[in-house]
T-cell receptor
Framework: GAGVSQSPRYKVAKRGQDVALRCDPI?????LFWYQQALGQGPEFLTY????????KSGLPSDRFFAERPEGSVSTLKIQRTQQEDSAVYLC??????????????????FGPGTRLTVL | AQSVTQLDSQVPVFEEAPVELRCNYS??????LFWYVQYPNQGLQLLLK??????LVESINGFEAEFNKSQTSFHLRKPSVHISDTAEYFC????????????FGTGTRLLVSP
């Protein structure tokens, strides 16, 4: 079956532009995560959705970052007034269960290929 | 909160030699531990995971990792590497409850040369 897809794969933006990054999770997956991977670093958590509810956005670096998943499937990460420090690969991951999964059960995350954002 | 330390940013090794990639973690709660691999221009792939039970876990392509609770380590090993193992390797940890967000180390680049 199809895995997690992300679009665009590459995005170049001028400083100050708004961008929107799309994630199509695996069909039926309840959970959706966004991570940011700066050059030479490991991925860092941005935000988490269970269906359409955004349950954790503690990793969003500023109020310029906004994520949504209005129908509980496709998600969009929006960055307003992009800055050079926003340049990174943005990774999306989905997993089959949500918080209601069985206690201490493993909920594997499946990653998309990422969107590489370059802000000039 | 959890954190992961990968002390080696790059490990060069010759083909067919053994290799160990080091990973240490800290956490105040029970954890799951993972190794992910990222080939150039590709996404993250789960290499192996420790959830519970036997502390030695293996992957299908010859890698293994051992969970050492007393040393809070989860080092990755392979007795004989191939050129195709050249990639970035990330150690990660998550809690075993809640939504299990992953906390990654900074990665180790494994460079295998002939």
């Amino acid at each position: 079956g199809a895995g997690v897809s992300q679009s665009p794969r590459y995005k170049v933006a001028k400083r100050g532009q708004d961008v929107a990054l799309r994630c199509d999770p695996i069909s039926g997956h309840v959970s959706l995560f966004w991570y940011q991977q700066a050059l030479g670093q490991g991925p860092e958590f941005l935000t988490y959705f269970q269906n359409e509810a955004q349950l954790d956005k503690s990793g969003l670096p500023s109020d310029r970052f906004f994520a949504e998943r209005p129908e509980g499937s496709v998600s969009t990460l929006k960055i307003q007034r992009t800055q050079q420090e926003d340049s990174a690969v943005y990774l999306c991951a989905s997993s089959p269960m949500g918080l209601a999964g069985a206690y201490r059960s493993y909920n594997e995350q499946f990653f998309g290929p990422g969107t590489r954002l370059t802000v000039l | 909160a959890q954190s992961v330390t990968q002390l080696d940013s790059q490990v060069p090794v010759f083909e067919e030699a053994p290799v160990e990639l080091r990973c240490n973690y800290s956490s105040s709660v029970s954890v799951y531990l993972f190794w992910y691999v990222q080939y150039p221009n590709q996404g993250l792939q789960l290499l192996l995971k420790y959830l519970s039970g036997s502390t030695l876990v293996e992957s299908i392509n010859g890698f293994e990792a051992e969970f050492n609770k007393s040393q809070t380590s989860f080092h990755l090993r392979k007795p004989s590497v191939h050129i195709s193992d050249t990639a970035e390797y990330f150690c990660a940890v998550s809690g075993d409850t809640g939504f299990q967000k992953l906390v990654f180390g900074t990665g180790t680049r494994l460079l295998v040369s002939p």
